[in-house]
């Protein structure tokens, strides 16, 4: 439908949806006639917007009223953005996220940097890794019968388990069984480590050294607390809520109880994440706009993200806001931030 479009509508929807975004009120004909930059009269105008209306671009939200976009043509819009884009400068950007000392620290610093730049809600996600390595394992007395297991694996993640011992043991006897179980099993995945200390459990010859068979226990317990999960790290939630307290526009869309089906998409992480997962499909940049979602919480909103890599997996960064957004600098930001985390993780 978008091919039927002549060159004076592309131009007059794209100067309709650019001033509907910025004020959050209906764009008369009279003030596009004025302001569109092709010379036309309000009358030209008023049957470009009626075309435009009939093919589902634009609606009237009030008889008396100028138009507004529909999300067929904010789509119409935002892809035009996607075709001119330019990369943009991260230098400064990049310099900051080189600060944080550990992966998890960095991706909480870019969800931040998105929130603070774009004005929304914004999200980092780092899938499960099903080859992360174990790097050490500690093992901490807290008392008599009790020792802390505590895994840490490559990415940063830490677990950690309270085990109940049948017998009592020193530090310095936990000391050795975690030198035993490093000097074994570290650099292995998690589940190579699991399968391994298993089979070294079964071993008949094992079971006349009782430190390193209480070792081998001590770790086998505290590596089956260790479940892979996707990271999710989200900031910025108090501007989706200030907006929706500002613009007639956004008051209209974006009601208490559209707010509360956000949060708790937001509180129950897993269905986020798999949200994401769906529509992220391929590198580069996505582009979500209303009732474009799958789930019709999400109508009211629009969603910009783009992949990252490490070197191992892609990621995911993007923000979420009303599809009243801003489109260029949401995009631009984000597509930003994603170059530069690449290049940071990567080492580059």
Same mark, same amino acid.
């Given at each position: 439908?978008a #091919?039927?479009?002549?060159?004076?509508?592309?131009?007059?929807?794209?100067?309709?949806?650019?001033?509907?975004?910025?004020?959050?009120?209906?764009?008369?004909?009279s003030?596009?006639a004025?302001h569109?930059?092709l010379?036309?009269?309000?009358?030209?105008v008023?049957?470009?917007?009626?075309?435009?209306?009939?093919?589902?671009?634009?609606?009237?939200?009030?008889?008396?009223?100028?138009?507004?976009?529909?999300d067929?043509?904010?789509?119409?819009?935002?892809?035009?953005?996607?075709?001119?884009?330019?990369r943009?400068s991260?230098?400064?950007l990049?310099?900051?996220?080189?600060?944080?000392s550990? #992966?998890g620290?960095?991706?909480e610093?870019v969800s931040?940097?998105?929130?603070?730049?774009?004005?929304?809600?914004?999200f980092?996600?780092?899938?499960a890794?099903?080859i992360?390595?174990?790097?050490?394992?500690t093992?901490?007395?807290?008392?008599?019968?009790r020792v802390?297991?505590?895994?840490?694996?490559?990415g940063?993640?830490?677990?950690?388990?309270?085990?109940?011992?049948?017998e009592p043991?020193?530090m310095?006897a936990?000391?050795q069984?975690?030198?035993?179980?490093? #000097?074994?099993?570290?650099?292995l995945t998690?589940?190579?480590a699991?399968?391994?200390i298993?089979?070294?459990?079964?071993?008949?010859r094992?079971?006349?050294?009782?430190?390193?068979?209480?070792?081998?226990?001590?770790?086998?317990?505290?590596?089956?607390e260790?479940?892979?999960e996707?990271?999710?790290?989200v900031q910025?939630?108090?501007?989706?809520?200030?907006?929706a307290?500002?613009?007639?526009a956004?008051r209209?869309?974006?009601t208490?109880?559209?707010l509360?089906?956000?949060?708790?998409?937001?509180?129950e992480?897993?269905?986020l994440?798999?949200?994401?997962?769906?529509?992220?499909?391929a590198?580069?940049?996505?582009?979500?706009i209303?009732?474009?979602?799958?789930?019709?919480?999400?109508?009211?909103?629009?969603l910009?993200?783009?992949?990252?890599?490490?070197?191992?997996?892609?990621?995911?960064v993007?923000?979420?806001?009303?599809t009243?957004?801003?489109?260029q600098r949401?995009?631009?930001?984000v597509?930003?931030?994603?170059?530069a985390v690449?290049?940071?993780?990567?080492?580059?």
């Open positions: 439908m #091919a039927d479009l002549t060159d004076r509508q592309r131009r007059i929807l794209a100067r309709l949806v650019s001033e509907y975004i910025e004020q959050g009120e209906p764009v008369s004909s003030w596009l004025g569109s930059g010379g036309l009269s309000s009358a030209t008023r049957n470009l917007l009626a075309r435009l209306e009939e093919q589902g671009y634009v609606r009237q939200p009030h008889t008396s009223a100028g138009r507004i976009p529909t067929a043509g904010y789509r119409l819009y935002v892809d035009s953005l996607l075709h001119a884009r330019r943009q991260t230098g400064d990049e310099s900051r996220l080189r600060r944080a550990t #992966a620290d960095l991706l610093n931040h940097e998105l929130a603070r730049a774009s004005h929304q809600i914004a980092a996600l780092t899938p890794s099903p992360a390595r174990l790097r050490h394992i093992f901490v007395k807290l008392d008599s019968r802390l297991v505590i895994v840490v694996a490559t940063d993640q830490i677990t950690h388990k309270m085990v109940e011992t049948q043991y020193d310095s936990l000391e069984a975690a030198h035993y179980i490093n #000097a074994e099993f570290a650099g998690l589940l190579e699991r399968e391994a298993v089979a070294r459990m079964r071993e008949d094992m079971l006349y050294d009782a430190l390193l068979a209480r070792a081998l226990q001590l770790a086998h317990s505290g590596l089956d260790v479940h892979q996707d990271t999710l790290h910025g939630v108090s501007f989706l809520v200030e907006g307290m500002g613009a007639s956004d209209e869309h974006i208490l109880e559209t509360r089906a956000l949060f708790r998409l937001l509180e992480k897993h269905r994440v798999e949200l994401l997962t769906s529509y992220i499909e590198d580069g940049l996505t582009v979500v209303g009732s474009e979602h799958t789930s019709p919480d999400m109508h009211p909103f629009s910009v993200a783009s992949t990252f890599h490490d070197g191992q997996r892609t990621g995911t993007g923000v979420i806001g009303p009243r957004m801003r489109y949401a995009i631009s930001v597509d930003g931030v994603s170059q690449t290049r940071v993780l990567e080492g580059n």
